[in-house]
């Protein structure tokens, strides 16, 4: 039988050997056992490339194998449906191309660099006759490619932390007079070339682990093969992974795991923690790599992924314990330091926090551009003082590996090279502080139809609480601020009130509508309710949202699903505060962004000019996040009152802090609030009581709080419940099960029932009756 050529080509695309295909193999097939089974038919080249499953890393039935001649090629496929470990092997010639990237041939122990033709052509070959530093030498593949491209006059210097680096390097240094390796991290090069009193043209940083050190499972980096549990690049330092995780707190686990494991879902990364903590609490913590990575998969549950579950994990601790993002910090900062005008710093990077980390250094950087417009405006000022001229950074595109770099080397495909360039410039950030200080600049921020006053505008935005103040309305001065008056808008009659809140009709401070103030002052988030007749004091609502994907920092307006599914919590927001005329003010929401551990408390009797559409919520939200990240708060109350009334920022609170610390505040009470006052935690169960029942219960006794927690889209685990009543109990507040029937609701939908149940069974007081529906309010 004729058999097409499965010819298996290097990287230079020259024929290396003769490849086959092999299906049905069990999952205990190893390189090793079909290197055993195979090598009979002829001499095999490179390793047995094995398809794994990511999550038990054992074979998926797959695998290729190159033999060196024809002959064995040929004696191979004519095997097949012989009996492999008991089953039966379908055996044929290998294709030439897969689609999609082909699993590379590194032969174990060597390393292909990622982008080295490009990283000669702009590190190299601008000036070959420089001195040059590579700060991760690993197993030289980049160093050898720039000595190549270097004249003898040049001259290179390598760091590494790893020991097996170095041993690579001296050799090359005996080989090659130009090169010195330097056993020591890179974030040392200044400390270490400064005294040579060199000028470097150059700086190459290729970041994380070298493939020799990946496949070496005695390094512990992989979570599919079985070694210690190390993963340090430097064993003769510091501590392995498996000391850290016995020593660690549960919080710095979950940091570590969450900061450096690139995943937004917190949740993951505490049910890791958790699995961890409660295998060392029985001193069962595994030691080896495999067991390790069985364990985190175990915690993380049986999600998908595409890749091994532990991967992330095994990530995260190797960059926590070799400090590699403090490196890259301290590493770029040496590099520009030891750069004359013109020097280059080349980044390789592999994973999206590296980028962000490159991007903010060269941001605090950045040289302004020729073309940049604020510099144009800037320049057309006759007042604008010249810029002063620093070390600054130029960047070039970013580079890419090529289809045919992919081809032959599926490692390289997430790399990406930055090229930054050491240049005496002025800086952008000079120019943006500069250009911001100039009078002329109040103009530029005008809204484009200056004509229309600021609160005409809004009224759009505030359709329900806010009634626009026409152009030219007088600011009122300090001595006004303690009498009523009249709204000069709409000429309406206002009440007595504490100036404080302002009008919500035309905004003022110093006279209050009636409806526009909930008399609450700054200090009140939200309000017990209060009708036209108490018959007892009532109570307040809170209502906890704990999203557990959503990450306030990436939180947009445009599309708040996307930050983790942030719009679940806005629905939720828009269905706990809003009735038909205004908001609630006994209400306040939480939103817990969990992973990014921030809250965003939502309060009715502060919030001014809130809108229930999901958009402009969004953009309110947004709006909070946005000057909270850039350390913005609300004025100050008692030095501008109203600047704090009329912000926008008011009754949107952010804060850093967990769903735990949230719930905790929430179930605190007032201190003016009664000692045996009770605070009721609710908690929506399938199971639990149903409402109605409940409510009764508690309404009989002196409640002078309720706070519902409700699951996002995800619901909660058990770990979530248990750890939310043990919040509960050490605030001495009543926990209550309950069901809202047989459904499963939405959680703005659920919120919206309980609003009206607790309206219908627990208010106490006589709710004012709402007539006048319609616009004319
Ligand atoms: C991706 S590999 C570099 C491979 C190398 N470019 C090559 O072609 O062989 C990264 C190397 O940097 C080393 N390394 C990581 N962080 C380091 C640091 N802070 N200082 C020095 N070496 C470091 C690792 O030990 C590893 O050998």
Not at 318 to 326: K, P
Request: glycine share 8%.
């Amino acid at each position: 039988m004729a058999h097409t050529l499965g010819l298996a080509k290097n990287a230079a695309g020259q024929v290396e050997g003769f490849e086959i295909f092999i299906k049905f193999l069990p999952p205990s097939a190893s390189a090793a056992s079909l290197k055993e089974f195979f090598g009979e038919a002829g001499e095999i080249v490179g390793e047995p490339r094995i398809m794994l499953d990511s999550k038990t890393g054992n074979c998926k039935g797959i695998a290729w194998i190159t033999f060196a001649s024809k002959d064995a090629f040929q004696t191979a496929i004519s095997w097949t449906g012989s009996s492999f470990q008991g089953r039966k092997l379908e055996i044929k010639a290998g294709k030439q191309f897969h689609t999609g990237i082909r699993p590379s041939v590194q032969a174990p122990g060597t390393h292909t660099p990622a982008l080295c033709a490009e990283v000669v052509k702009k590190l190299v070959a601008p000036n070959p006759g420089g001195v040059y530093v590579d700060g991760t030498f690993g197993r030289g593949g980049h160093t050898r490619a720039m000595l190549a491209a270097m004249s003898p006059s040049g001259s290179l210097h390598a760091f590494d932390m790893d020991p097996e680096a170095i041993v690579a390097g001296k050799e090359l240094m005996k080989a090659d007079s130009r090169f010195t390796i330097h056993h020591a991290p890179f974030s040392s090069m200044k400390a270490v070339l400064k005294p040579l009193g060199v000028r470097v043209s150059a700086v190459l940083f290729d970041l994380g682990i070298s493939s020799p050190q990946f496949d070496d499972a005695g390094r512990g980096f992989r979570p599919e093969a079985d070694g210690p549990l190390d993963l340090r690049f430097d064993q003769t330092k510091g501590i392995t992974a498996w000391d850290f995780l016995m020593s660690a707190s549960r919080e710095e686990i979950i940091r570590v795991i969450s900061e450096y494991g690139e995943t937004s879902d917190a949740t993951a990364s505490q049910r890791i923690a958790d699995v961890i903590c409660l295998a060392r609490s029985k001193g069962a913590l595994p030691k080896r790599t495999r067991e390790f990575a069985a364990l985190v998969a175990q915690g993380k549950g049986p999600e998908y992924q595409a890749m091994h579950p532990a991967k992330l994990t095994f990530q995260a601790l190797r960059i926590h314990l070799n400090s590699e993002f403090d490196e890259m910090r301290k590493g770029i900062s040496a590099a520009f330091g030891l750069l004359g005008e013109g020097g280059r710093i080349g980044l390789i990077s592999w994973k999206h926090s590296e980028c962000a980390i490159i991007m903010d250094i060269f941001r605090s950087l950045e040289a302004v551009r020729d073309k940049e417009p604020l510099l144009k405006w800037y320049r057309t000022l006759p007042d604008a003082e010249q810029l002063p001229e620093r070390w600054s950074m130029e960047m070039d595109e970013v580079t890419r590996p090529s289809e045919k770099e992919l081809q032959t080397n599926s490692r390289s495909r997430s790399a990406l090279l930055h090229v930054l360039r050491k240049r005496r410039m002025p800086r952008l950030a000079d120019l943006e502080s500069m250009a911001y200080a100039l009078p002329a600049w109040c103009s530029v921020t005008e809204p484009a139809v200056s004509s229309t006053p600021a609160r005409k505008r809004k009224r759009k935005e505030t359709e329900i609480t806010s009634v626009a103040a026409p152009a030219g309305t007088p600011e009122l001065t300090s001595s006004e601020l303690s009498r009523p008056s009249r709204c000069e808008e709409e000429g309406r009659r206002v009440s007595d009130g504490t100036n404080l809140e302002g009008c919500n009709h035309c905004g003022k401070v110093g006279h209050t509508t009636k409806r526009c103030t909930f008399g609450a002052k700054p200090s009140e988030r939200f309000l017990p309710c209060e009708g036209t007749r108490p018959k007892a004091p009532c109570f307040w609502r809170r209502f906890l949202l704990p999203l557990q994907r959503a990450n306030a920092q990436t939180f947009t307006a445009d599309d708040p699903r996307a930050c983790g599914r942030a719009d679940v919590g806005l629905r939720c927001v828009s269905a706990a505060l809003f009735r038909s005329q205004g908001l609630r003010r006994n209400t306040q929401v939480c939103l817990s962004f969990e992973a990014s551990n921030h809250t965003l408390e939502v309060s009715g009797a502060l919030a001014r000019g809130l809108v229930p559409d999901e958009p402009r919520l969004a953009s309110r939200v947004f709006e909070a996040f946005e000057a909270y990240f850039a350390g913005q708060g609300l004025p100050d109350p008692d030095e501008d009152p109203e600047a704090w009334c009329a912000s926008n920022l008011r009754g949107l609170e952010v804060k850093e802090r967990s769903t735990k610390a949230a719930l905790k505040a929430a179930l605190k009470k007032k201190p003016s609030e009664p000692a045996e006052g009770r605070v009721v935690m609710l908690m929506l169960d399938a199971e639990g009581e149903p409402i109605v029942e409940v409510l009764k219960q508690i309404s009989r006794t002196n409640v002078v709080g309720v706070v519902a927690v409700l699951g996002d889209h995800r619901g909660f685990g058990p770990h979530d419940v248990q750890a939310y009543e043990e919040v509960a109990r050490s605030m001495q507040a009543d926990i209550v099960r309950t069901s809202l029937g047989g459904t499963t609701l939405l959680g703005s939908h659920a919120i919206v029932i309980l609003q009206h149940y607790l309206d219908e069974h627990l208010h106490r007081c006589e709710v004012p009756k709402q007539v006048d529906y319609g616009r004319g309010r």
